[in-house]
């Protein structure tokens, strides 16, 4: 998927999202043993979450549209490095040897692949190669409530590896008379879903947490959904941030 280096928006600097008074906490770098399936920090992370300007601003009116559902965003990952990437990597290497002692490497690759994409072959100048977080523009989050701080209940936790992971797992559900229409799950998701998709974001569909908005696979995904879909991304790799400020507020914190 090319990259216009030559839209304006494509040398937009990250901001930290904290600066625009969203609510969130990195995922990757928590060391309580919260993290599932983690269970530690990932090498590689950064404390902070950062992302694109224009996407924070785009976050700040998803926001305030929430507020009269009684909710806002909380932010699990944003810009993620290549080298906390790797050590995405790394750790589902690690699970996938455990699972599968005799396997080979093809065997151990493939099913690694079906968790996170492939760090080794990343060059900044190949946009073919880029991470999708490494671009600063694709957004993990939930919701949260205004009221008590809790997370909403979505039917399934951040980097899940099921199938109640997918953003139509429930509506699926409905379909098959499982639930009922008033399922809380069903409608968190919903509300998170056109909220996000209202500011022009576009999910992937096997994960309901995750969003983009001007990088390769917002392009991809857009296009697949028959959305009118530009011929180009404009934003590709940046680099780390040189210095992180607070991080953002934990749930409960409002």
């Known amino acids: 998927m090319a990259v216009d280096e030559a839209d304006p928006r494509a040398a937009e600097p990250l901001v930290d999202l904290s600066d625009y008074g969203l609510a969130g906490k990195n995922y990757y770098a928590r060391t309580d043993g919260g ?12 404390n902070g979450l950062w992302a694109r300007r224009s996407v924070a601003e785009k976050l700040v009116r998803v926001n305030r549209g929430l507020q009269e559902w009684g909710f806002r965003l909380f932010v699990w990952d944003a810009y993620r490095p290549a080298a906390c990437q ?37 060059d900044p100048g190949d946009p073919a190669t880029i991470p999708t977080h490494a671009t600063g523009a694709a957004i993990d989050l939930t919701l949260q409530h205004l009221d008590t701080g809790a997370l909403a209940e979505m039917g399934a936790g951040f980097d899940e590896m099921s199938p109640r992971a997918a953003s139509d797992y429930f509506e699926r559900a409905l379909e098959r008379g499982d639930i009922a229409p008033d399922d809380p799950q069903l409608l968190h998701r919903r509300l998170l879903h056109f909220a996000m998709r209202a500011e022009g974001f576009v999910n992937y569909p096997p994960e309901f947490w995750h969003f983009d908005w001007g990088n390769q696979m917002y392009v991809r995904n857009l296009a697949a959904i028959g959305g009118d879909a530009p011929r180009a991304a404009w934003y590709g790799y940046v680099r780390p941030p040189e210095g992180e400020s607070r991080t953002l507020s934990e749930p409960g914190e409002r």
């Open 35 to 46: 993290n599932a399936p983690y269970h530690r920090a990932i090498a590689g992370h950064i």
């Open 86 to 122: 790797q050590g995405l990597w790394a750790f589902w290497w690690e699970q996938a040897r455990q699972d599968r002692p005799d396997a080979d490497d093809a065997s151990i690759r493939a099913r690694v692949l079906e968790f996170v994409s492939d760090p080794s072959r990343f």
